[in-house]
């Protein structure tokens, strides 16, 4: 049997407590056409130094300066050759066969541009976790959920989302992508730093004609909150920035004139709630975000030009708003909103 080749990518940010909890599990992988190699965004702790000491089968990347998520990959796989490259946070688990059912599938079909494996909580492991689940969604106005997760409600794993699915978007936290399809992408967009940068790069891949799976016989388990914790005032300075970005990106031009400025109003409306539960720091999140896009829209920020594609025309789009479903409907689990109506 023919086994392409695989570089598992791991992107290092002081995390040495990580790196030696999991990379055990990551070496015992059994797919026998891989790399293991470790890129350091300038790690301020003696993560290299403890992989030199422990770990001479991995290679390490060490990169100049914290380069955030989207540009470290960027830098470190402009020296990586592989047919597939998996990027994998430092925080997770992996199972035995994770590697060989994904590079299965995406073999079967050459329109897959990435997929991601059943993503469990690391903690409490027969929860899905938040980045990622079981297969990332995105409502008609840019909000991401998964297949078991919805905001911050995350599903037991009763088997619900065990099938092969096309999704939306495959989680930053283990994404199998075809080296090809990531470098005709020009990878993740740097400007984004980190946080929305895989959806982002999902979206543009299947602008592009290539499609986006979940392969949830594969099976990693993920702590999650590794380098931000969910309540960090930076991290919601990202996601709100970011999201907005890649709407501004993304859409069609007709879907930008009325659905952005909804988002903005719903946004302001996130902040005012925020504040009135005492939270200051992500109330002025909210608004510096909104600056940091408009800081964006001035520098004329250039960005691969692809083919347009009305956003609910593409898989994995729950048509209505997530916002009233889950808030309003109450409905917290995905197939709760998806029997709504895709």
Known sequence: MNFPSV??????YNGKNFLEKFLPS???????????????NASADDSVAYLCGNFGE???????????FAGGYN????????????LLNS??????????????????????AACQPKILSYQNRNLFEYAGACGGWIDAFGYPFARGRVFDSCETDKGQYDTVAKVFWATGAALCIRSSCFHEMDGFDSYLFAHMEEIDLCWRLQRKGYTIYCC???????????TLSKTNSRKAYLN?????????KNLSSGEKIWKLPLRVLLDWVFAVKSLLQGDMKTFSAVFKAHAGVINWMMKKYAYQKLPVKKLTNIHGVYKGSLIWAYFIQKRKHFSEIISLGE
């Open 240 to 248: 709100f920035r970011n999201n907005l970005i890649m709407l501004l």
């Open 7 to 12: 570089a598992i990518v791991i992107l290092n």
């Open 216 to 226: 949830p016989s594969s099976k990693v388990y993920h702590v999650g909150g590794g």
């Open 26 to 40: 990551v070496l015992a992988s059994t797919y026998p056409n891989k790399r293991i190699i470790v890129a350091d």
């Open 91 to 112: 925080d997770v688990e992996v199972t035995p066969g994770w590697v060989e059912d994904m590079v299965t599938l995406m073999e079967a079909d050459k329109t897959i």
């Open 58 to 68: 991995v290679e390490i990347i060490v990169l100049d300066k914290n380069y955030g």
């Open 75 to 86: 830098e470190a796989l402009k020296q990586v050759k592989s047919d597939y490259y998996i």
